[in-house]
């Protein structure tokens, strides 16, 4: 080929679940052109201004580049060897020592699936602890535990297109038009071509997303259990139920709305409750239940909170009472955070997952993963949570911790508990493509990871579509990928299975394992890849996006599902879903005199988490500068500060000073930091130092939604 045209790469965008593809073309000055891949179902060629922006991202400024050791409190470069030999001759000294759940790992949904195997496989089947847990716990674990407990498995039914196909589209703790914006933008272009269709925004602020909406319903934090069971209880008695599908494809329908008619059965006394007009709430409740094709999206507004569970299972139990799932244009949807939330589930890895989907607290799962792997042990119980997992580090229970691809000290509630506990650990690791990070700077051992455009793998995004992230750079410095420096560790541990050359084979094994024995006769499970299995490297490479569970045609052709439970078959052993009667409770932590607002964080539209990528991007930083308090006007007054002017933010964690500013939008009572600014700038702006360390029962996922706060004069 004698054309000088550059050669552009089909990638995968490195930031939201909404997994938009991308055609990265390097440029001979260095640079790299990015723009939408018009075939990939996610985005058909558009991106977001922060996936545009990824090319001024790809510097090496700031960059890990080679292994480090501390010694004497100060960073030396040493060799690949060097450094896992000081790591696994520390951790065999410590398993010994007090047995394998004295060590962690700390991941992320910024791995790619094949990395988030070898570390689920390498802790649960040869550590043999499930003290592997995820940053991914502090954003969807709470759907995780609804899906399963609805459906059997941690399934999501719907596609983008269904948000397309719907003629009311509900959206519940998302502020989509900042958070995935792609999605967002499918949402208006159908409103533009179906005037029709109506769009409710369920949110404590009137955020961007509004903008769009025919109603919007400022429910008063935490209250959304309250609005759903409500909602069921209407249903139930304004004969809006498919009673047929109730009876053959579900159970629990009775308690689940004997336990919503308690507190949830007269409308007006559920609006008093969530704060809303009572005309407001009824607009929303006889729409809903007016139109069959509902879809019904919910993202953190929803999981963070200390009963994130139950908020999902009370939306759910709505969409099973009409029968409105499996169909074209319904169903509750889980829009994950992170570009592969989904890929990490799927390889179970969270502490209380197995691979495959398949659960830990099951023997024939645990017999099943073991024989698969011919691996010497198994975990059988589940492991520390990421708030419990820091707490046991603090207390001395867990003696080392690899950290890899995120920021806890950052992003973790009570993040200054999270820096002691690294303080007192004996062995902290952490993997990582940038340097100077609040996390790193507590590390022993500082391991560098090739990044996004250097690495090679998939992901999976909301719509459980995989895709592949190509790379097009070359691997920078001694940088290597995730999955390729924990088999050298695990191969330095003396075991065997970790001989793994490239991601193409650590895929195979993902899809062989996700098809094994996965038959009606054994343990059958909805998520099943096993057609993608001997794909060989170049199959691997040409993979085109597809959804899951897969099947290979006659043809030879690949068919993923749009959609799941058409044929109204569940994952639970007798093919049903499960209403789950919900009790609404309030947010555990509730405002006082010293702390008399509540505070809720979220994101920016233009950054991502912690900024060690999007904060390379100077057209990023123009859409807000600096981290912000966002309040009412009136409550401002009261409590002495005035927009533009700094003020004091104090929790019973901790406390930070950042600019006041009314964005509009915000209801009394209650006050907004972004989450992305960290401890590296020169004023510590890290709003997780305030967040209180209360968690969901069930899901482990933190309440970043609702703690108490005082605003005062700086
Ligand atoms: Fe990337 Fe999400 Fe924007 Fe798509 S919507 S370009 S995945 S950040």
């Keep these: 080929n004698l054309s000088l045209e550059p050669l ?40 977001c201004v922060k996936g545009s922006a990824l090319g001024e991202t790809l510097g090496l400024e700031g960059r890990l580049l080679h292994p480090q050791v501390r010694e004497n409190g100060a960073l030396r470069q040493v060799s690949w060897d060097a450094a896992l030999d000081r790591v696994a001759g520390q951790w065999q000294d410590i398993i010994a020592e007090h047995g394998p759940d004295a060590v962690a790992f700390y991941v992320s949904g910024q791995l790619l699936t094949e990395d988030y195997y070898i570390a689920n496989k390498l802790m649960k089947g040869y550590v043999g602890s499930a003290n592997i847990d995820t940053n991914s716990r502090l ?129 007006a006394a559920v609006a008093r409750k969530c704060r809303i007009e009572l005309p407001v709430l009824l607009e929303f409740y006889k729409s809903f239940a007016a139109t069959a094709r509902v879809v019904t999206a919910f993202s953190m507004g929803v999981n963070q909170s200390s009963a994130g569970t139950d908020k999902v299972n009370s939306i759910i139990n709505c969409h099973l009472l009409g029968g409105r799932i499996g169909q074209p244009g319904m169903g509750p949807f889980s ?31 645990r017999e099943l993963v073991q024989t ?21 580090i603090e207390d001395g229970k867990v003696k080392a911790v690899w950290i890899i691809a995120t920021n806890p000290l950052v992003s973790l509630p009570d993040a200054d508990q999270a820096r002691r506990a690294l303080e007192k650990c004996e062995l902290v690791v952490a993997t990582d493509i940038m340097q100077n990070t609040d996390t790193n700077a507590c590390a022993h051992v500082l391991l560098p990871a090739l990044g996004w455009g250097e690495k090679d793998g998939t992901v999976t995004n909301s719509e459980r579509r ?91 052709d690949l068919l993923g599902q749009a959609r799941l439970f058409g044929d109204g078959r569940f994952a639970h052993a007798d093919g049903k879903a499960r209403f789950i009667a919900v009790v609404p409770r309030l947010p ?58 700094l003020a004091r933010i104090s929790t019973a964690w901790g406390s930070m000073v950042a600019r006041v500013q009314h964005g509009g939008g915000i209801a009394r009572g209650s006050v907004f930091i972004p989450i992305h600014w960290n401890g590296q700038t020169a004023s510590d702006a890290r709003v997780g130092a305030l967040v209180n360390p209360v968690v969901d029962p069930v899901s482990g996922e933190p309440e970043f939604k609702h703690t108490p706060v005082r605003v005062e004069q700086f």
């Excluded at 089909?10 to 052109?33: F, L, Q």
């Excluded at 139930?236 to 109730?246: H, I, K, L, P």
């Excluded at 607002?597 to 539209?605: D, K, S």
Aim: hydrophobic share 40%; aromatic share 8%; glycine share 10%.
């Design 8 to 47: 552009s790469v089909r990638t995968t965008c490195a930031y939201c679940g909404v997994g938009c593809g991308v055609k990265a073309t390097p440029k001979g000055d260095g640079g790299t052109d990015i723009a939408g891949d018009s075939n990939h179902p996610a985005n058909f060629g558009k991106l």
């Design 139 to 267: 954003c969807m674990s709470s759907a995780v535990a609804g899906h399963k407990r609805a459906f059997g498995e941690d399934l999501v039914p719907v596609s983008y297109e269904d948000l397309e196909l719907a003629d009311m589209v509900v959206l519940v703790g998302s502020n989509t038009a900042w958070c995935h914006p792609i999605l967002f933008q499918r949402i208006a272009r159908i409103k533009e071509t179906r005037p029709h269709v109506k769009l409710v925004v369920i949110d404590p602020r009137r955020t961007a997303t509004c903008e769009l909406a025919d109603l919007h319903l400022s429910v008063k934090q935490g209250t959304d259990v309250w609005l759903f069971n409500g909602l069921l209880s209407y249903l139930a008695r304004n004969g809006a139920v498919d009673a047929e599908f109730v009876a053959r494809h579900t159970n629990g329908m009775a308690e689940a709305v004997a336990a919503a008619d308690v507190d949830c059965a007269d409308p």
């Design 466 to 556: 995989i895709s592949r992230q190509r790379a097009f750079l070359p691997a920078p410095g001694e940088a290597l990928p995730d999955w390729q420096i924990l088999c050298r560790f695990a191969q330095r541990m003396g075991y065997e299975g970790f001989d793994f050359n490239s991601a193409h084979e650590i895929f195979d094994e993902h899809a062989r394992l996700s098809g094994y024995r996965n038959t009606a006769d054994d343990v059958p499970r909805a998520f099943n890849i096993g057609a993608l299995a001997g794909l060989g490297q170049q199959g691997y490479d040409a993979l085109e996006p597809v959804q899951w569970p897969v099947t290979r045609l006659e043809s030879g």
């Design 588 to 645: 555990v932590n509730t405002i006082c005199e010293d702390y008399p607002l509540a505070l809720n964080t979220g994101r920016v539209r233009d950054h991502w988490h912690t900024m060690t990528r999007t904060g390379k991007a100077p057209k990023l930083a123009d859409h807000v500068a600096e981290s912000f308090v966002d309040m009412h006007p009136q409550d401002a007054l009261l409590h002495g500060v005035r927009a533009g002017e």
């Design 335 to 365: 829009i994950t955070g992170q570009p592969n939330a989904m890929g990490g589930r799927e390889v179970g890895g969270l502490a209380n997952m197995l691979a495959a989907h398949m659960d830990l607290e099951r023997g024939e799962h």
């Design 372 to 392: 698969f792997w011919q691996s010497p042990r198994m975990a059988d119980k589940a492991g520390l949570k990421a708030v419990d997992l820091f707490r046991a």
